[in-house]
């Protein structure tokens, strides 16, 4: 299934063109977990992260795991999170769902649709209103990372996203 995916409604579009960025950041390329904190500490219970560009200058995003960061950057429970939406999923040559990126396994990862150009977005229900204050983000494990998020922008919000 190149675009849609199991976390994206038909005909359904994230619209973030009247959100307002609580960062904009660029990743540094390369393997292992990387840590971001937000300017500041905000609240609510829908987390998106727009991809905005690849490390490697091509379409896909692919990520193996996410932590979202809580007061003192410990990370919230994933008990109850729910992939909301997702741009695209990869699941011609695999089950490369978004869910994927909070199932504990290192080995298992979200990649947006190939021919799906960027922006990416991805938007987690964390099931309750919490306190952010950053995020986790480890990419695939394989030699140059394929998929590795370059540019981004992070976006918290108490009351879902809208959607076209």
């Given amino acids: 299934q190149e675009s849609g ?4 409604k038909k005909e359904e579009t994230l619209n973030l ?3 307002d960025a609580c960062m904009k950041g660029t990743l540094r390329p390369g393997n292992g977990w990387q840590e971001v904190r937000l300017p500041r500490q905000t609240t609510g219970r829908y987390f998106c992260l727009e991809g905005l560009s690849a490390q490697d200058g091509g379409n896909a995003v692919a990520i ?8 003192g950057g ?7 999170w729910k992939i909301r939406y997702a741009d695209s999923e990869e699941s011609l040559e695999g089950n490369r769902t ?3 990126i909070f199932d504990l396994q290192e080995s298992t990862y979200w990649m947006s ?3 799906t150009a960027y922006p990416h977005q ?13 995020f986790r983000y480890l990419p695939r494990a394989e030699k140059g990372a394929p998929g590795m998020v370059k540019d981004f922008r992070v976006y918290v919000k108490k009351s879902d996203f809208l959607y076209r």
């Fill in 74 to 80: 410990n990370p919230l429970s994933r008990e109850h």
């Fill in 98 to 100: 978004a869910d994927k």
């Fill in 113 to 115: 649709g190939i021919k």
């Fill in 5 to 8: 995916g199991s976390h994206r």
């Fill in 17 to 19: 063109a009247h959100e």
């Fill in 122 to 134: 991805l938007v987690i229900d964390l099931g309750e209103e919490c306190s952010v204050t950053g």
């Fill in 64 to 71: 193996a795991e996410m932590e979202i960061l809580g007061p």
